[in-house]
């Protein structure tokens, strides 16, 4: 299983967290834990990239509920890099790098030949659980633990940041989760 690295300081994107804050750990996944109603398990529900479309030359992925995404995954892990998330691809996965994130939005990233996955949006970072009952790390965008929803968008359950009403998805759907870090 793999541990967060920690630096001495992480930087900016992990201010108001803490002293259990990283914004460097490599190979996990996310599970979305729903936090007013119950959940199958001590995790959440499984999180991976699914398709957001594609424009041109370009791909677009987001994160989605394991239940789903019917597909094979073409990105199964992600690591934390200086604040931004690094998707790691299966064989012809092409590079993708993190987006800034915008309230009312999934977490998007865009795939393409010129992608730089380190150049990503830097608006990422994890802190340790302050709870001991649960154990995992949660993801933040922006110093932020808390404004994370699962929301049903068409036949996808998507991660969304600060949901808001007239989005594109069923804002009627939404439920707030806490996106937990699980170790590989």
């Not at 541990?3 to 990283?22: E, H, I, N, Q, Y």
């Not at 996808?156 to 998805?169: F, H, L, R, S, T």
């Amino acid at each position: 299983m793999a541990t967060p690295t920690k630096r001495a300081t992480p930087g900016p994107w992990c201010d108001g967290l803490g002293s259990g804050a990283f914004d460097t750990s490599s190979s996990f996944t996310l599970a979305a834990y729903n936090t007013t109603g119950p959940n199958a398990n001590s995790t959440g529900a499984p999180i991976v990239m699914g398709s957001d479309g594609a424009y041109v030359k370009a791909q677009f992925w987001h994160f989605i509920t394991a239940a789903s995404w019917p597909e094979a995954l073409v990105y199964p892990t992600v690591s934390l890099a200086n604040g931004t998330l690094i998707l790691s691809g299966t064989g012809d996965a092409l590079p993708a790098q993190a987006v800034a994130v915008q309230e009312g939005d999934s977490l998007v990233f865009s795939a393409s030949d010129s992608a730089n996955p380190l150049a990503g949006a830097q608006d990422y970072c994890a802190v340790s659980s302050q709870q001991p009952d649960s154990g995992l790390p949660l993801l933040a965008v922006y110093g932020d633990t808390n404004s994370f929803s699962l929301c049903q968008m068409a036949w996808e359950n998507v991660v969304i940041y600060k949901a808001a009403p007239d989005q594109g998805y069923d804002f009627d759907s939404c439920y707030p989760v806490k996106l937990q870090i699980v170790f590989q």
